[in-house]
């Protein structure tokens, strides 16, 4: 038990030594902070430079909200919930394994390290993302899941902030799923992974953002806007009743499993699920739902 303990200190104090360094730009070009505001800007530029919701305003409906949850749900979670979970679950099940004189390398494929380090990253990149895209379809399917991913569904104008409007319980989902995969195939450094992290962070704004894209023919590889705006559709037919299009970054693992659904141009379809009126509207109780959750 103290050696748990001892994790989740040295948890607690690696990764705000670690946030400083962030804030204070005393790391290089990998600087995830930074990265965040600089990404966000130029994509929020496109919107108003392109906007294919004219109508839409530049401060949109819950832009403050959401921006707010962007900083919150990529560095403070991490402070207060995510990093000493993880450490401290990943320790749990490293000692689970050596009881049967096991480790997580007994179970690895091949080490990514061993490889160039551009196909490496690939590997990781197509295994995170597919691992995703399943994990985003359980949210939607398991009824305990989909009552934490109402939070991202609540939007109700789309824009490049609404990406990271999720409730603190989804990356504990995401990051538990995808533990056993990545440690078959190895681990990256930080810094080699963050040229996949700002790739995917760009992808997930512009997916959300006020724009007319789809790329073309590439849009049968990557998500787009006018193909992520039905996932946040409220009204959907029968057959994709539990939702469509659940792809992250990339598009085609829908159209591979026949879960892409575009009927028509979306620009002007009500955003949001069944029953979102009475949904709170707040950061805190959006946070506690459904703890707080009256029926």
């Known amino acids: 038990m103290e050696k748990y303990i001892d994790i989740i200190k040295n948890?607690?104090?690696?990764?705000?030594?670690?946030?400083?360094?962030?804030?204070?730009?005393?790391?290089?070009?990998?600087?995830?902070?930074y990265g965040l505001?600089?990404?966000?800007?130029l994509v929020w530029g496109l919107e108003i430079l392109f906007p294919w919701r004219k109508n839409q305003a530049i401060i949109r409906k819950d832009f403050w909200?959401?921006?707010?949850?962007?900083?919150?749900?990529?560095?403070?979670?991490?402070?207060?919930?995510?990093?000493?979970?993880?450490?401290?679950?990943?320790?749990?099940?490293?000692?689970?394994?050596?009881i049967f004189n096991l480790s997580v390398t007994s179970f690895q494929l091949f080490d990514v390290d061993n490889l160039p380090k551009w196909l490496g990253l690939t590997v990781?990149?197509?295994?995170s993302d597919f691992v995703q895209w399943n994990t985003h379809r359980l949210l939607h399917r398991v009824p305990l899941l989909w009552n934490?991913?109402?939070?991202?569904?609540?939007?109700k104008q789309m824009g490049f902030a609404a990406h990271l409007r999720y409730h603190w319980m989804e990356p504990v989902v995401y990051k538990s799923i995808l533990y056993i995969p990545l440690a078959i195939i190895g681990n990256y450094n930080a810094q080699d992974v963050a040229v996949v992290y700002f790739f995917t962070i760009a992808i997930g704004h512009l997916n959300h953002a006020n724009l007319n894209w789809d790329y073309g023919i590439l849009k049968y590889?990557?998500?787009?806007?006018?193909?992520?705006?039905?996932?946040?559709?409220?009204?959907?037919?029968?057959?994709v009743r539990y939702g469509a299009n659940y792809g992250?970054?990339?598009?085609?693992?829908?159209?591979?499993?026949?879960?892409?659904?575009?009927?028509?141009?979306?620009?002007?379809?009500?955003?949001g699920f069944e029953g979102d009126e009475a949904f709170p509207q707040d950061f805190i109780n959006q946070e506690l739902y459904p703890l707080n959750k009256k029926s």
């Open 11 to 33: 948890s607690y104090s690696g990764y705000w030594n670690y946030l400083k360094q962030e804030l204070l730009f005393q790391n290089h070009w990998d600087n995830y902070f």
């Open 37 to 41: 505001i600089v990404i966000s800007l």
């Open 65 to 98: 909200l959401d921006t707010f949850y962007m900083f919150f749900n990529f560095f403070l979670l991490n402070l207060i919930v995510l990093i000493a979970l993880s450490n401290t679950i990943a320790e749990i099940f490293d000692d689970i394994l050596k």
């Open 124 to 127: 990781f990149f197509l295994v």
């Open 148 to 155: 934490f991913h109402k939070v991202h569904h609540s939007v």
């Open 221 to 239: 590889i990557f998500n787009n806007p006018k193909m992520h705006i039905w996932h946040h559709a409220k009204t959907l037919p029968k057959h």
């Open 248 to 271: 992250l970054t990339l598009s085609v693992w829908d159209y591979l499993f026949k879960t892409n659904y575009m009927p028509y141009n979306g620009r002007d379809i009500e955003l």
